[in-house]
């Protein structure tokens, strides 16, 4: 018999209490939610500071530094919580899409953890966790809904039919804008993530540098960020060299409103076009305090109420893990001890 199938009979608990990993880049995080929206704890020890240098993330230093925090931050999710795993229902476990080596610390911890307390294994996708994020701390929110994903791998604009049908309305062709932040950030100087520097600089430009608009004229709900980017390096470059003072804040200004301006525009088509009165946001962009402004008031303009998570429930978290993880639960989608990591999943 396989291990998902000693769990076939289980009764589904609507106060379940999940334990949840996440190891999927360089934060190693772990978290307790009960009744797939209460967050009992929410733990998380960062790498981040070990890639600075490098302008990114390494992934032998992001693997290394799980294997040696995994089991240090999920014991202090279980304390915090004030929890044993005696009172944990499921353990649920991001296994993708994400850096390879990153993930396995992961999935290999809570497999062992899963058999060692017997308990139902999990299996959650990074992607769906971060749309899953507007649960928490939201009661009564439910589908259908319009979801802004807008992270470092993904960009989409989702129409959530129900906790687990999706349409993908449109899609970033090339990077994806986190991505895009962390590229303009680097050309101009800025450290790795880029995204919370380029906000910062932001602040203190005026949006004047002329850039291209995506996809201009064309109805279309799918994005791209290449161009983008490549028109700010130009102009960059074209600055440095003619001899001109520096402009890098209202290059950051300029780009955070062009960047941020495609995805509200898209958000606010998708409420027209569905009539759908409800919009989510998920992903580490989703941190960035113009983006919540601007979708904010498209929303009031619309009428439409807009759910989103907490900032450090945006950026990669556990908890955000729990609460896709308690809809899978609930759903009976167990994995078997022959889970594996996988780099990239499926948006859908
Ligand atoms: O969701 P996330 O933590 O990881 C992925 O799943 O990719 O997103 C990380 C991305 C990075 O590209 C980072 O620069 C961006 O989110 N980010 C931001 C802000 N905070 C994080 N972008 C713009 N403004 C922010 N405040
Ligand atoms: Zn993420």
Redesign the pocket.
Known sequence: MSYASEFCNYKPKEEAVILAIES??D?TAAAVVKGGRQILSNEIMSSVTEHIRFGGVVPEIASRAHTAAVSLVTDAALKSAGVTLADVDAVAVTYG??LLGALLVGVSYAKALAFAANLPLVPVS??RG?IAACYLGNPSLEPPFISLL?????TAVILVESYTSYRILGSTLDD???????KV?RVLGLD????????KLARLGSPSVPLPLMFKGEKTYDLSYSGLKTAVMNYRNKREMTGLPDDDADIACSF?QAAIGALVKRVEEAVDEFGILKVTA??????????REQLASACAKKSAQLFLPE?KL???NAAMIAAEGYIRYMNGEFAGLDLNACASVELR
């Not at 994806?176 to 962390?182: K, L, Q, T």
Request: proline share 5%; glycine share 22%.
């Open positions: 999927s880049c934060e899409a994400g990074h992607i971060h807008a992270s470092g791998g993904h994806a804008v986190g991505e895009a932040f962390d950030a790795y993530p880029g995204g919370p520097n380029i906000e955070q998920g992903g580490g962009v989703v941190a960035n305090g113009y983006l900032k945006c950026t990669d």
